[in-house]
């Protein structure tokens, strides 16, 4: 097996026939590269659904699969022979892309479902852990499964580049002195044309649809490679046999993928999975629990894996949120609610009868799911859904912007709208993208909505879990021009958790609970002296406010916080712990 070199062979072509070589090559090149940049994006994207702190494992994963692309560069030299090489480097490609998915949702399931089931067979205590041995190994290759795949994908992809621009060299029979640029123009073309698939299409499919399609891309490829070039190629047997082995398996698990792929995901999840869909911006998963006979049945959504409220508690959560911003604010005309796509906190708004409640979400198809308009949801589950949230997406009192609240509140601002009150019910600020809309400039566009007599109330996340975020959140509305006050209460399915009220001018909102009326309330879970109670705090719990800063727009300031807290310091709440512990 000697080296190839560009003197072994001189090519007997015309002009015309080496200009149609290279447009072969260079689509070739672009078309892999597409396929690169949609493997990179579906292992990180993946790999932060299954292992959750989803930012942080994205950012890594991008990382890795970028050095992994590099060493692979730098490893293509030592292929002797690039034409056969390429071959067999597409189908290696095709073959980890097509079952990569599936290795990595078999051993995330079992490492979260093989405890619970020895528990049930040896019939042990909850409080017997089984996460030794066998167990704990499990765990620890499922952390790292998604990186290992995604390292060798990305190995691999590096040395496409290297082989195709010897490949070019070899047909022309000479040095080509444009031949790198020629390439990676192809690369960048390509991987941008694949970054808009990923966002048009890929987003909207299920996970093993993609990984299954962009492998059979590279197989296609490689058949196409191996039918130009087949002169060039020894074995040609085997690589005929070892690509019709490949698109045979990926046949198999296009036919039954899909389907244990959601199979093995729902093992993750305690309940029973009814309905599940990936929209454009995040997977929302719909479980059901039947606790016994008489008794209502628990419905709770996860988005990406994350509880987002169950229906045996969410009464409690979404009343704080709304009642004592509604009772501090002077009339209840025209509400304004940012986030809040399951129209939960809209059924209780609805309460007070407003005139018209307008709602900013960016997730349209969150929004269609729980109004019932999810043609692909199952009819029992969208009865279920329209059912807790009162129906409340098609009263026709309510006005649905679907959009960036970012970008949104903006062009209220500019139209000159205001409302009566604002109810912030947004995610945590676990993600860089969501921490803008809980900085100090978003809430100084609110303050241009509200009504002078108005408040508003922010969801704040857990003051226990996360402290320092959530004196932030309180902070930087404050510095908005608020005049701001924080409350809490314990919401059994997350624990303890926060809110932030405010006020614009008068007085602060807890004087004007106090001073209220409880009799025009509507009835629900709150009553006057539990919303009163929950502005009391331990004695100690604000001693390191001023040593916590604003979330400024750009400073990720609470992102950070908020991460410290979950991924640094796993949600621990250090009681009694002096200032400066805190802070830490």
Known sequence: MGVETALDFQPKQTRRGLLVEDIFLILMMGTLAACGIIYEYLMAHYAGRVLGSLESTIYAMIGLMIVAMGVGAFLAKWIKRPFIGFVWLELAIGLVGATSVLVISVSVSLAFSLPAYLQEIYGLHPSITTNGGVVRSLSSFAKVAPFVAGGLLGLMIGMEIPLIARIREHLHGQHLQNNVGTIYGADYVGAGIGAAIWVLICLQLPIVTVALTTALVNVLVGVGFLIRYRHQLTGRVRLWVAHGLLLLLIAVLAAGGVS????????????????????PYQNLTVTERLIGKGLPKVTSLYINGRLQFSSSDELIYHSYLTYPVLAASARHDDLLVIGGGDGLALRELLRWNPRSVTLIDLDEGMVDLFAGKDLEAPQRVSERLTELNGNAFNDPRVALIAGDAFVEVEKLVSSGRHFDAIIVDLPDPSHPDINKVYSDFF???????????????????????????????????????????????????????GWTIGTVMGSPALARLAQGDEASWPTGWLSKQQMLAAFVFAPNFFDNKSAIKINQLGSHTLYQYHQKAWVEQDGVFFAGGSAAEVAQ
Not at 471 to 497: C, D, M, R
Request: hydrophobic content about 40%.
């Open 443 to 497: 809430y100084a566009r609110l303050r241009e909505l509200l009504s002078g007599d108005g408040a508003i109330a922010v969801q704040s996340t857990s003051p226990f879990h996360t402290r320092n975020a959530f004196i932030s959140i309180g902070k930087t509305l404050a510095e908005a021009g608020f005049i701001t006050e924080q409350y809490h209460a314990n919401v059994p399915t997350f624990g303890e958790w």
């Open 260 to 279: 244990s792929i959601e199979n093995l995901r729902s093992a993750l999840f305690k309940d029973q999975v009814v309905y599940s869909k990936n929209t």
